[in-house]
């Protein structure tokens, strides 16, 4: 089933209203879901990924602090790569069970040479700050929206943003960036603000965390947050097919009939 899909800012990019988040494939320590899971096979995440293309889904979001999910991504899927809108980060990286931040100019360099080979592309569509928290100092007081300004203007990213945990920060980064990633779900509105902000400015809004990590009903939770005006596009994850095409077309019904 496809999906009638949005502008992403003034990017250009249009996204359709419900990405694939590919935190999963890769990662299971330090986790914040209910429950754990084992990792699955390369077979089970080709099949996964190229059956999400399959439904219609043309973004894919991940993260060198996902684990394995670049590399698999640019394995199962890079054959594909002009069929899908592609989201990384940088700053962050999960290694033995911890995560650790670098927003060095050498560290970030580093960080979008890494992902352009896992992801077997040369250009990445979007790249976000992956925050450790302290959104205002990692903004003003490191390189990282430098070297991604140069990334840009060069060519090898098509759009940044930063992808924070506090409404400062997401402010802040709506005087450079093309688009926000936000924490936005019925048990946390606090960004509600900066999506009607950020869609006034132009700016793109990926919603993270939607269905608060799982423990929230998930069609009623698309729901609310595919219908919030200026919200681009809603991440959610997993590792059903099934599961993930059922979330699909709750998001792709919301948005042929978004008053309802």
């Known amino acids: ?40 096979d390369d077979a089970a995440v080709s099949r996964l990924l190229n059956g999400v293309l399959d439904l219609g889904c043309t973004l ?17 899927i890079g054959h594909r790569r002009g069929e899908f809108v592609l ?32 992801l077997q592309t040369d250009v990445l569509d979007l790249v976000f700050i992956h925050s450790n928290g302290n959104d205002r100092h990692v903004l003003t007081e490191t390189d990282v929206v430098a070297v991604l300004h140069e990334w840009r203007d060069r060519g090898a990213i098509r759009a940044i943003g930063l992808s924070g945990k506090t409404v400062e920060g997401a402010r802040a980064a709506m005087s450079w960036a093309d688009a926000v990633m936000v924490e936005y779900h019925l048990d946390d509105t606090s960004h509600a603000d900066v999506i009607a902000e950020a869609a006034m400015q132009g700016v793109g809004v990926f919603v993270k965390k939607g269905l ?25 994850g997993g590792l059903s097919l099934d599961h993930f095409a059922a979330n699909w077309r709750t998001a792709t019904e919301r948005s042929r009939h978004p008053r309802e």
């Open 87 to 118: 989201s990384t980060k940088v700053g962050e990286t999960f290694d033995d069970g911890v995560s650790r931040y670098d927003f060095t100019r050498d560290g970030v360099e580093h960080s979008l040479q890494r992902s352009l080979q896992r």
């Open 60 to 76: 894919i979001d991940t993260a060198p602090a996902y684990g394995l999910s670049e590399e698999r991504i640019g394995r199962a």
């Open 212 to 236: 608060a990590s799982g423990r929230l009903p998930a069609a009623e939770a698309i729901r609310f947050v595919i219908g919030t005006p200026g919200v681009s596009s809603l991440i959610v």
């Open 1 to 40: 089933m496809t999906s009638p899909l949005r502008p992403l800012g003034r990017t250009g990019l249009r996204v359709p209203p419900l990405g694939f988040g590919a935190f999963k494939i890769g990662r299971n320590q330090g986790i914040k879901y209910p429950a754990g899971y084992e990792l699955p």
